[in-house]
């Protein structure tokens, strides 16, 4: 039932995201002047629908996304420079075109999407994925806000480690050593002052200072009830994990990547920091990962696909399709640890829906057709063909026929299918966990 639960939240999450996706190209199109004809969240067979003064609006089965249809995107032949020929993408232009230019009403040709200038083109389509930019912050700078996020860990301990583990397990058993801290005194509430007679003032100063020194004793200064206490310590040498900007390095075959480090034991305490400004912070690294991915998109894709077919391991950095997200929200929702209640749960599904909407953004900004991203650079070219024009002292050019680029627009939302199914099958025989 908790799985349920964690699908239901992220489902209507989703779909509201969507839905104010849409609002973000209606909106827009409306105000300047463009008919607006549909407005649906979901594809496929219509659950319901009401006609307003010109626009219908409703919901389809299918909530794998939505749409708007705006009247008029792309110009009849009689304003550019139409496709001759009789071949079968001559025919998906021409059709293309026809469809567009029957949807227009008669008397209402000012208000084709295409009669629009090209910078009023571009605001209509960035609309959708400005909105999940804004949400992806919203969501983000909410929950950090709220809940708080880690600030920089401080020199008290908070806890001392009973032994040296291996790398890959936290847990004491018999025969691990003693941890050089327990060996040493160090008791949870000491604040470290100074490493060998010398003042250390953050966390990473000391930790880099010991790290480097495996084997070696070293005077510890630290702050005990008041009093300033003279311990020594001779950290152990040990393997860890190599972690960068709070994740653990991966090599090529992704298996985490470790270090020699000298080790003494101790865990510092993380205060919990409220501010506004973690959430834009987190939204450009979200940001940055994203477009990452984005770029790497085929590579990442055919990673899954070997996964998939048993040839190599599925990282717990991999491309996931909505089953896939869906999944891992299941698992939160029903994760059963101490200290990880509901609010906690709340949150990480909320922050999940964050990266879900700053990767529609990112996604959704790739310039190709059908995507956004391709119809804003079909409005910008518009815009350098105008501007060149000018220059020259010539008339005004024709609009940018959007209906050459259908044959490409095809071809991209092929891939686009054959991606998800690869997505689709991965999440199912070989998911990625996180618990």
């Given at each position: ?19 104010l ?23 496929g067979p ?11 609006y409703g ?6 996304g ?12 009689e304003?550019v420079?139409?496709v ?10 021409a ?7 029957e ?7 000012h208000r ?23 949400l ?14 880690a ?8 806890n001392?480690?009973e032994?040296?583990?291996?790398v ?10 003693q941890?050089?801290a ?5 008791e949870?509430?000491d ?6 007679g ?7 100063e ?12 070293i ?12 311990l020594t ?10 972690v960068?900007?709070?994740a ?6 992704g ?8 080790f ?15 959430g ?8 940055g990962?994203?477009?990452d ?13 070997l ?16 089953v ?7 698992e939160?929702?029903?994760a ?19 990266s ?6 990112a ?9 956004d ?35 490409l ?15 689709i099958?991965?999440?199912?025989v ?6």
């Open positions: 039932m908790a799985e349920v639960v964690g699908w239901l939240v992220l489902v209507v999450g989703l779909l509201v995201s969507v839905a996706h849409e609002l973000g190209h209606m909106l827009p199109a409306k105000r300047f002047g463009v008919r607006v004809s549909e407005y649906f969240v979901g594809f219509k659950l319901w629908s009401r006609q307003g003064k010109e626009t219908e919901i389809k089965a299918i909530p794998l939505g749409y708007v249809r705006l009247v008029g995107m792309i110009p009849p032949a304003r420079k139409p001759k020929g009789t071949g079968r993408i001559a025919q998906l232009i059709d293309t075109r026809e469809a567009s230019v949807e227009i009403p008669e008397g209402e040709d084709a999407f295409y009669h629009l200038t090209w910078w009023r083109k571009a605001i209509v389509m960035f609309g959708g994925p400005a909105v999940n930019l804004v992806g912050v919203l969501l983000f700078t909410g929950v950090l806000f709220v809940m708080g996020s600030g920089e860990p401080t020199l008290t301990v908070t001392v480690s032994c040296v583990t291996p890959d397990r936290v847990e004491c058993e018999a025969g691990d050593p941890a050089p327990a060996a040493a005194g160090l949870a509430g604040v470290i002052t100074a490493v060998d010398t003042a250390v003032a953050t966390w990473d000391f930790t880099s200072y010991v790290s480097a020194r495996p084997g070696e004793d005077a510890l200064t630290v702050e005990r009830d008041g009093e300033a206490t003279e310590v001779t950290p152990a040498l040990t393997e860890r994990y190599v960068e900007d709070g653990v390095v991966l090599d090529d075959a298996d985490p990547v470790t270090h020699e480090v000298g003494v034991g101790i865990a510092p305490e993380v205060p919990t920091v409220h501010e506004l400004g973690t834009l912070e987190y939204t450009g690294y979200v940001l990962a994203t477009a991915a984005v770029m790497h998109l085929p590579s990442k894709v055919y990673d899954v696909a996964a998939a077919a048993g040839v190599q391991e599925r990282t717990t950095d991999s491309l996931m399709s909505v896939g997200v869906g999944r891992v929200a299941g939160i929702s029903a059963d640890v101490d200290g990880y209640g509901i609010g906690a749960k709340v949150a990480d599904m909320l922050m999940i829906l964050g879900l909407n700053i990767a529609l953004f996604f959704n900004m790739i310039p190709l057709v059908p995507l991203g391709g119809h804003i650079a079909s409005a910008v070219w518009q815009g350098i063909k105008n501007g060149w024009a000018r220059l020259r002292g010539l008339p005004r050019p024709a609009p940018v026929d959007v209906a050459r680029m259908m044959p627009a095809y071809g991209v939302f092929a891939l686009l299918l054959v991606m998800g199914a690869i997505l099958y991965a999440d199912i070989v998911p990625v966990s996180v618990v």
